[in-house]
């Protein structure tokens, strides 16, 4: 399933990011803090544990989260830019990483690095990529994270095309879909339209 998460906020410091003129310091930055907005609204499913604690009054019901079954995957290279605005509301998370890149004549995916911490039923899966182009990447990446024993896998994106959206809910459609813009279309050569461009290299200004 599908959601966009609607905020003024992040409709906000997504415009700054889609200006051609922002530069990598300002990019990264706008892209963890809208991340950790996403992620607010995208670990509202996560099982909380009762517990007493007690006030400087008296005793109380709390509650926590185990996030020490959080894992948070993101895919190499422009996924990296999203780590850190999950990781300050849950440090405790483990994190593996995938490296997946886009053929850019064939579109399909190719993959070069997958590490990842121990997989179980209780793992609460975070897959980031800023973009959810044609799809390729994300599926490719959910699928061998669930050969692994990945259940419960929550796909995390900047930006989504409807291309993207259409073939990653066929492929998972168990898997639920956060993103702060559902864009316009793909262009020919899979880039998102209107977008930001090449999310990796305004990252870290690779071109």
């Known amino acids: 399933m599908l959601h966009v998460v609607e905020h003024p906020l992040i409709k906000h410091k997504l415009t700054i990011m889609r200006k051609k003129e922002t530069g990598p310091k300002e990019f990264r930055e706008l892209l963890r803090e809208i991340t950790l907005l996403i992620t607010y609204e995208a670990t509202r499913h996560i099982e909380v544990y009762e517990i007493e604690v007690e006030t400087p009054l008296e005793k109380t019901k709390g509650y926590y989260i185990n996030d020490k079954d959080i894992v948070v995957i993101p895919i190499l290279r422009a996924g990296l830019g999203m780590v850190d605005g999950i990781l300050e509301l849950l440090p ?27 997989l179980h039923d209780k793992s609460e899966i975070f897959i980031l ?20 024993g990945g259940k419960r896998i929550t796909f995390i994106s900047l930006i989504a095309s409807p291309e993207g959206v259409k073939a990653l809910e066929e492929a998972h459609p168990d898997v639920d879909i956060y993103t702060a813009s559902l864009d316009r279309e793909l262009n020919d050569h899979g880039y998102i339209l209107p977008g930001l461009g090449d999310a990796g290299d305004r990252l870290f200004r690779t071109k």
């Open 92 to 118: 405790n998370a483990s994190v593996g990483h995938i490296g997946i890149y886009r053929d850019p004549v064939t579109l399909k995916a190719v993959d070069y690095y997958f590490k990842t911490p121990k």
């Open 129 to 148: 990529d800023p973009m959810l182009a044609t799809g390729v990447s994300a599926i490719d990446a959910i699928g061998k994270v669930k050969e692994l």
